[in-house]
């Protein structure tokens, strides 16, 4: 009789499921046995996604391709996914973006876009499906912060404070998760190889210049092993969790200092 993988009988949704990260955390679920429903905009990428994966692994893997940053975006989600006669077990919250620069001369679409995908969207619909995982004393959400989370971020002043809001939240809801049988885990990753790079244009910073890029494939590896572990935040690379928790004890006008150097063009 074939050993049982533990996500059987799960379904995991995974959104920024079309690139990078996204796809590599998809991968972690499948090969652990999770059904899939994967989001993101570009539906032919998140079509090939599915169909690697469900070929590879030997699960269902849906889709539904739409822009999560647009208000009513996550019940539209929700709505497509119970069409389709699915129930979710595990919400990875992946999808978000970053601009470099500085907030003066900024677009306000492109802030305030960065403050509906990266927070808005990711407590709308965890807060869909949290009520059904604690019933069910199962499942859980892995929510996708970063490093940039542990202190502000001048020159890229909304998505440091984006992804804070995602860290605070996420280790309020493990607590409150305790003893429930629900998993919360907020990944943090520092330097990437990805995508999001280029979109945010952290390519041309100093930061980009010092040390190596995790690959995406290594970040997701991690993120998805503290989410089985229930470990509250999971700060990828050594060196990046040596600065992280460094931040609390430096003196907040050195730490802006070095941040802003940081994100200064290259």
């Not at 989001?39 to 169909?51: F, I, P």
Request: hydrophobic residues 45%.
């Amino acid at each position: 009789m074939a050993r049982k993988r533990k996500g059987e009988g799960q379904t995991a949704l995974v959104t920024g499921a079309s690139a990078g990260i996204g796809i590599d955390l998809a991968e972690c679920f499948a090969r652990d046995g999770y059904d899939l429903v994967l989001a993101a905009r570009s539906e032919s990428a998140l079509n090939e996604v599915a169909a690697r994966l469900a070929e590879k692994h030997k699960v269902k893997a849906a889709t539904v391709a739409l822009d999560l940053g647009a208000h009513g975006a996550g019940h539209k989600l929700a709505d497509a996914i119970k069409a389709k006669g699915v129930e979710i077990d595990v919400v990875v919250n992946n999808a978000g973006f970053g601009i470099a620069g500085a907030f003066d001369g900024s677009q306000e679409e492109g802030q305030l876009g960065m403050v509906d995908l990266n927070v808005r969207a990711l407590v709308e619909l965890t807060h869909i499906y949290w009520p059904r995982m604690l019933k069910n004393k199962r499942g859980g959400v892995l929510n996708v912060a970063s490093t940039a989370a542990f202190q502000p971020g001048p020159l890229m002043a909304v998505y440091y404070a984006s992804k804070a809001f995602v860290l605070s939240f996420s280790e309020a809801l493990w607590k409150e998760a305790e003893g429930a049988g629900v998993h919360v885990s907020c990944l943090c990753p520092g330097p990437t190889v990805s995508k999001f790079r280029e979109r945010a244009g952290t390519g041309k910073t100093k930061l980009s210049r010092v040390g190596t890029p995790m690959s995406s494939q290594s970040v997701a590896r991690m993120g998805y092993r503290a989410f089985q572990k229930n470990r509250r935040v999971i700060v990828t690379g050594a060196r990046n969790k040596m600065l992280a928790g460094l931040a609390p004890f430096l003196p907040r006008k050195m730490l802006l200092s070095t941040v802003h150097n940081l994100q200064s063009p290259a």
